[in-house]
T-cell receptor, first 114, second 113 residues
């Protein structure tokens, strides 16, 4: 069975600084990878996903993540964060034979300070 | 209007009480899910349903039951609530044709005293 580890439970950062949220996974088969974001008092929403092709994927609000198969990682990065990026971020994995089923990591709370 | 709605949004109850959390969706998706969220543990799957006649247990189904009344409605019940079921509960839906993307409701915060 697959598992997902998010190495940092909280990441405080100043506004306009770069940030990296780390995600590692384990699986015995090929996987698809996702980052979801949860803003305060809301449900989760998809931020970006890797299914195939280019290992670098981007979101519309400046985040990017790179799939690294050899290191089984899918770290999320942003070169300059805004206050509005304050949220909890969840990495998730879906095995390629598991339909839409997702396994989530424990989440990383990004706290952007002015 | 929201595509995935949950009622109630907040609920405080006592140990031993029966509780039902309801989820409705207007996205036309066949697949629906119930998760609970606990700090540091992420989201854990309780039950999922691929259509009205197909219901499956997830990772942590003990103490919970579900009912899929229609394509658009999926309810989660706690037959006899206990304090360690205090959590944030999310309903989600997905389209079988779209890999991995699930659409979440706003959540129900349940407190069991």
């Amino acid at each position: 069975a697959q598992s997902v580890t998010q190495l940092d439970s909280q990441v405080p950062v100043f506004e306009e600084a770069p940030v990296e949220l780390r995600c590692n996974y384990s699986s015995s088969v090929s996987v698809y990878l996702f980052w979801y974001v949860q803003y305060p008092n809301q449900g989760l929403q998809l931020l970006l996903k890797y299914l195939s092709g280019s290992t670098l994927v981007e979101s519309i609000n400046g985040f990017e993540a790179e799939f690294n198969k050899s290191q089984t990682s899918f770290h999320l990065r942003k070169p300059s964060v805004h206050i509005s990026d304050t949220a909890e971020y969840f990495c998730a994995v879906s095995e390629n034979n598991a339909g839409n089923m997702l396994t989530f990591g424990g989440g990383t709370r990004l706290m952007v300070k002015p | 209007d929201a595509d995935v709605t949950q009622t109630p949004r907040n609920r405080i109850t006592k140990t031993g009480k029966r509780i039902m959390l309801e989820c409705s969706q207007t996205k036309g998706h066949d697949r629906m899910y119930w998760y609970r969220q606990d700090p540091g543990l992420g989201l854990r799957l309780i039950y999922y349903s691929f259509d009205v006649k197909d219901i499956n247990k997830g990772e942590i189904s003990d103490g919970y039951s579900v009912s899929r009344q229609a394509q658009a409605k999926f309810s989660l019940s706690l037959e006899s609530a206990i304090p360690n079921q205090t959590a944030l509960y999310f309903c989600a839906t997905s389209d079988v044709r779209v890999r991995g993307e699930q659409f979440f409701g706003p959540g129900t915060r349940l407190t069991v005293l």
